[in-house]
């Protein structure tokens, strides 16, 4: 009789630890197919995020091409102008550029991830919010989603 119980909890045993590989298995399983899902989602909205950029690059670009540039003489006068003596050293006085006072802004304005920030707690999706800001959905997205793990 003791023999009979001894065998059948041996056999129960060996069926536990073979459960128990199994279940280790495919937990090591999931975990691998939830890290690559995750590796492919974050390459995905790098990939549009570039793209984005790329993009806005381009238009700037353009933008930069056909706008005509002051010329020289323009330029220098404006350094002249707005540029003050700070120190004299070795006899020469040393100049810092420093902006015209009417180019300062007196409040900052909100960072774009502020804006968006606000606007998700608004209730808008990602699409509406880089309409509204002008940017590109891939960004606002990658913003989002890397404010939301920190």
């Known amino acids: 009789m003791t023999g009979i119980l001894l065998g059948i909890s041996m056999f129960l045993h060996i069926v536990t630890f073979f459960i128990i590989i199994l279940l ?13 899902n995750m590796k492919r989602e974050v390459d995905e909205l790098l990939q549009s995020y570039l793209a984005d950029i790329r993009a806005e690059n381009d238009r700037l670009i353009e933008k930069m091409s056909e ?40 409040e900052p304005s909100p960072s774009v991830t502020a804006q968006a920030l606000y606007l998700q707690e608004q209730g808008y999706s990602p699409i509406e919010i880089a309409k509204q800001l002008n940017k590109g959905a891939g960004e606002i997205e990658l913003l989002l989603k890397l404010h939301k793990k920190m």
């Open 24 to 36: 280790y298995l495919h937990i090591r399983e999931r975990k691998a197919l939830n890290s690559d």
């Open 67 to 106: 706008d005509s540039s002051p010329n020289e003489e323009n330029e220098s006068s404006y350094f002249e102008e707005t540029s003050s003596p700070v120190t004299e050293q070795n006899g020469q006085e040393e100049t810092v550029w420093m902006p015209p006072v009417a180019e300062i802004e007196e």
